[in-house]
């Protein structure tokens, strides 16, 4: 059964808008967010909620009141409970006046020191309602070693391991550059099978890490690695297969890629003004090689009565270098291939076998182009790897190379333009010419 992350992120409740005609403006947006999720098709309906900070405005009890009744009618729509929400604080999540007196780390030395378990008292302070309204409300509180929280830590949830990371601990005001997560809390976690390396395992539980802001607001040291400390960044990458995270009020865009490992999804606010692209996503899970997602965003010159429009979808192709090493890969291969349609980038029809991603040909997508060519350039160095040459493609009139893998047959096949290649990636042409010289072929 999938898995249907709906992610949600600022929220702002508690803001205190002055405008009438602002206040309306929130109230049709969030209410539009609970008619438009109500009236989701089955296969789309959510079985978990993920709210990546900023759920308050000023981190006070009356912010979260507010947020309780509507989170409430979300789960009414839903069918679920609060057991089924996933939460991390954001910058609106603390009581900035319980933050004076808390100095900001300047080095990692000084921030390892600080973020470790027991968490200190005193930076757990600001985010007292924030805590209680996830334990009012029931959410349950995340693992990290053998202690519960609910500012960090894991998670396991209907099959899916969810990773706390709070990048709220030092939020003032100015914070771009500024911010830590806490690598020690990230050790502990991996000392105790909490986070454990998945870049790679094709067996491993995946590993949704949710955090309020995107790492380029991270101290440099978190991103970058100067001494034998690792960088967090590329720490998390090789632990996590999906990031989820908030903050920048942005547009809605596809997934970016970390180090070569985890997807980062950043969220568009919920709702963050009338004059932000105020959105919501989807992610679909049916297993570690199939994931799609769809995103909404809210129009307000829609005068129909659904407002909130899709507006972004695609999949993952997550184990970009997977191999498939005996038959019953092969013939899960081909079965799917054959029942399910593909286009290419350019829209045209392809067949059976063209070369792609299991994800892939589950889902009917191709991989975005820049991850087609990660994926041609370790093929063209493959032995197993032989290619045939057409002088004309009876569809589009251009030349192509034909790829075939001999370990995989005809299941992994792709049709490349060698003009593209040449001007593109000309060390890649040359290894395919190479090997189609080879084998007695003239390009």
Same mark, same amino acid.
Request: hydrophobic content about 35%; some cysteine; aromatic content about 10%.
């Given at each position: ?16 808008i ?6 309306a ?19 789309w309906k ?14 006070? @009890? ?48 000084d ?21 209680e ?18 500012l ?12 706390s990371?709070n ?19 990230l ?26 802001h ?23 990458a ?9 903050h ?8 970016d ?24 996503r ?8 199939n ?19 899709q ?8 184990f ?11 013939? @899960?291969?081909?079965?799917?291939s ?15 076998g063209?070369?792609?991603e ?75 010419t190479? @090997? ?8």
């Amino acid at each position: 059964m999938a898995n249907i992350i709906l992610h949600l992120t600022d929220l702002h409740f508690g803001w205190n808008i002055q405008s009438q005609y602002q206040r309306a403006e929130r109230l049709l947006t969030l209410n539009g967010i609970i008619d438009s999720i109500e009236q989701l098709p089955d296969i789309w309906k959510p079985t978990i909620i993920v709210i990546s900070g900023d759920i308050g405005w000023s981190g006070v @009890k009356s912010d979260y009141e507010d947020a309780s009744i509507w989170i409430q009618r979300l789960l009414n729509v839903t069918g679920l409970s609060s057991n089924d929400i996933v939460v991390c604080p954001g910058n609106h999540d603390i009581e900035r006046a319980k933050c004076l007196n808390i100095m900001v780390p300047t080095s990692s030395e000084d921030a390892d020191k600080r973020l470790t378990i027991p968490i200190d008292p005193v930076l757990e302070a600001p985010f007292t309602h924030f805590v209680e309204f996830c334990q009012k409300l029931g959410i349950p509180a995340f693992k990290i070693g053998s202690s519960d929280s609910s500012l960090v830590g894991e998670r396991i949830l209907k099959g899916l391991r969810f990773i706390s990371l709070n990048s709220a601990w030092y939020c003032r005001d100015s914070d771009r550059g500024k911010l830590w997560i806490g690598y020690p809390f990230l050790r502990l976690l991996e000392a105790q099978n909490q986070l454990p390396i998945v870049k790679g395992n094709e067996d491993a539980v995946l590993t949704v890490a949710v955090a309020h802001h995107p790492f380029n607001w991270l101290n440099e040291h978190e991103s970058h690695s100067y001494t034998s400390r690792p960088n967090v960044q590329d720490y998390l990458a090789n632990r996590c297969h999906i990031l989820l995270t908030g903050h920048e009020h942005a547009e809605i865009r596809h997934p970016d890629r970390i180090a070569n490992g985890m997807y980062h999804f950043g969220g568009p606010a919920t709702y963050a003004g009338s004059n932000y692209q105020n959105g919501f996503r989807l992610i679909k899970i049916e297993d570690i090689y199939n994931i799609q997602h769809v995103s909404y965003t809210f129009d307000s010159r829609e005068s129909g009565l659904q407002p909130w429009k899709q507006s972004l979808e695609g999949s993952l192709p997550i184990f970009l270098n997977k191999k498939l090493d005996n038959h019953e890969s092969e013939s @899960k291969l081909d079965h799917l291939s054959t029942n399910y349609p593909m286009e290419d980038i350019d829209g045209k029809s392809l067949g059976v076998g063209d070369f792609f991603e299991y994800v892939t040909i589950v889902n009917g997508h191709i991989p975005p182009r820049e991850d087609n060519i990660h994926l041609i350039s370790r093929v063209l160095k493959d032995d197993d790897c032989i290619v045939t040459y057409g002088t004309k493609d009876a569809y589009s009139g251009i030349s192509t190379f034909v790829l075939i893998h001999q370990r995989m047959k005809t299941i992994v096949r792709r049709k490349l333009d060698p003009q593209y290649i040449l001007d593109n990636f000309p060390e890649q042409y040359r290894i395919l010419t190479h @090997k189609a010289m080879q084998q007695g072929l003239h390009p």
